[in-house]
């Protein structure tokens, strides 16, 4: 007969062990994004609050937009942050998209002779504590739970869930506390549901959060406004009713300082629209913020502000106006290249006229 020893291990010290060494492989196996030489929105935040400027925020789903972005930033020397959505990881692939932002880093230094800007890489609407997960374990620097289609207490439930595991690995969490109306992405909701000045505090301490996304008018998508909510100027063009300025003041005296974020902030540019339409487009009624309204909001305690769809306005009157003019072109090159560059002229407009951030890059 033979004897094998076993060591005597309790089933509690078995299932620790366990633990650590699982815990410790799923660590090993996250990415962090300070090896690929993106940064959290925390100083940047902190820098827009005092200098009185927002951050771009623009989504991208392709290399072109994102080569846009990147060139327009550079040649204003602005930080940005690179939004990623569900639709656009559903589109592009999560994995890509990550390594496109990790390209777009040394391409940002490779066009500014070696000198970069500061670059987050964020998911825009997360909707689960699981999504937020995956994208800080796949290496994002930011990330949005977007828990304002629960109630009160269980967006603070998931809020607070998402900011304990992000906060682990210096990742920064933005919540929303409000509903914005409109249709962009997987983003839909009928109706705005203005921020409560009252639940801001109680929100923030009781979710740990980095900064707040807020409704005080803006709306998601191109058509943002019907026509019935806006009035007509001289010329029959749609004014669309002026944002809450004293919800956002109401929050600031509250919250002095604190990071303030506007989702659903394009403007949609009517003369853009006009190409769109002169060239087999059908956007009726299309109608976004007014920029002046963008630019006071920016000058507050608002620190970062979403643009996607003016984006999405630009590429597509460009790639419109080459279909009509050369309906024998097939190249993609020859319609994806225009668009590229009047995405960028027009992020660098918003730039340098709306959000204020022009310089602020180093």
């Known amino acids: 007969m033979v004897y094998i020893f076993v060591p005597k291990i309790s089933f509690s010290t078995t299932l620790v062990g366990i633990y650590l060494n699982n815990h410790k492989i799923l660590n090993q196996m996250a990415i962090s994004y300070k090896n690929l030489g993106l940064v ?61 932002a990790e390209g777009a880093v040394q391409y940002a230094k490779e066009i500014s002779n070696g000198v970069g800007i500061p670059i987050v890489l964020h998911l825009d609407h997360g909707d689960s504590f699981e999504t937020c997960k995956n994208c800080i374990d796949m290496g994002f620097s930011s990330v949005m739970i977007d828990g304002s289609h629960y109630s009160y207490e269980k967006n603070i439930e ?75 100027d001289e010329n029959g063009v749609l004014i669309p009713p002026p944002l809450r300025f004293d919800i956002l003041e109401e929050i600031e005296k509250r919250m002095p300082g604190f990071p303030i974020v506007l989702h659903g902030a394009s403007s949609v540019p009517a003369d853009l629209i006009k190409v769109i339409n002169d060239n087999g487009g059908a956007m009726k009624d299309a109608v976004g913020i007014p920029e002046a309204q963008l630019r006071r909001a920016a000058a507050s305690s608002v620190c970062k502000i979403n643009i996607d769809s003016d984006g999405r306005i630009a590429m597509t009157a460009a790639i419109r106006q080459v279909f009509v003019t050369k309906p024998a072109e097939f190249d993609p090159r020859k319609y994806l290249g225009p668009a590229r560059e009047a995405l960028k002229e027009l992020y660098k407009h918003k730039i340098n006229n709306v959000l204020g951030s022009a310089g602020a890059g180093n």
């Open 40 to 100: 959290n929105s925390k100083e940047m935040f902190a820098k827009a609050v005092k200098g009185g400027y927002a951050i771009p925020a623009f989504n991208f789903n392709n290399m072109e937009q994102l080569q846009a972005i990147i060139k327009a930033c550079v040649e204003t020397n602005s930080p940005v942050i690179l939004q990623v959505s569900k639709g656009a990881r559903d589109y592009a692939n999560q994995t890509l998209l990550r390594y496109m």
């Open 158 to 232: 998931v809020t607070r869930q998402v900011v304990e595991y992000a906060h682990q690995f210096d990742v920064t969490v933005e919540g929303e506390l409000g509903i914005l109306s409109g249709i962009e992405d997987d983003v839909v909701a009928a109706k705005s549901i203005y921020t409560n000045p009252e639940d801001v505090i109680d929100f923030t301490n009781k979710t740990g959060v980095d900064s707040l996304a807020i409704s005080i008018g803006t709306s998601h998508g191109a058509n943002k406004f019907t026509p019935a909510q806006c009035t007509r």
